[in-house]
């Protein structure tokens, strides 16, 4: 027998949004229309490639929009749809929880970096993800750091 899915529009909500640099586009687009240079100067990270992916995917989506003006040369400018605008609430929330639950950590590539305004990020880990039979990290919980 076939297993039901729990939450068919919230499991495409988070397949569309969680797909890398998705999230980021939108956080930037949020500050209002851009053309291509301008939203890859913002993540100078992600490939051309991977950029026009998923403005493709967002624009299929109907989260943004693509607007060609006809000048010389012509302008072409992406920007949020009202569905895409609706996400700011959402960009905002997650926003407050990274910051809540992720420690800063500038210029630590290790920490998996973010771009377009926030900061390198590494996890802080609660005392529940450490090795409570391992002396050293019994000694280091009683701050007696080696």
């Known amino acids: 027998m076939p297993e039901a899915r729990v939450c068919p529009r919230y499991e495409r909500a988070v ?14 687009l ?3 229309k851009k053309r291509f240079c301008e939203l890859k100067a913002s993540m100078p990270e992600l490939s051309d490639r991977v950029l026009s992916e998923r403005l493709k995917e967002l624009e299929d989506e109907g989260i ?10 012509v302008l072409i400018e992406y920007e949020l749809t009202p569905k895409g605008r609706e996400l700011e609430a959402v960009v905002a929330a997650i926003q407050r929880w990274a910051d809540r639950w992720y420690a800063s950590a500038a210029g630590d590539p290790a ?4 771009t377009a305004g926030g900061d390198t ?12 039979s ?6 280091e919980r009683a701050g007696d750091r080696p």
């Open 64 to 73: 943004v929009a693509r607007r060609v003006h006809n000048t010389r040369p």
């Open 134 to 139: 391992s002396p050293q990290r019994q000694g």
């Open 30 to 32: 949020l500050s209002g």
């Open 15 to 28: 397949q569309v949004l969680g797909k890398k640099w998705t999230g980021l586009i939108i956080r930037v």
């Open 111 to 114: 920490a998996g970096g973010g």
């Open 121 to 132: 990020v590494a996890v802080r880990r609660g005392p529940e993800a450490e090795d409570r």
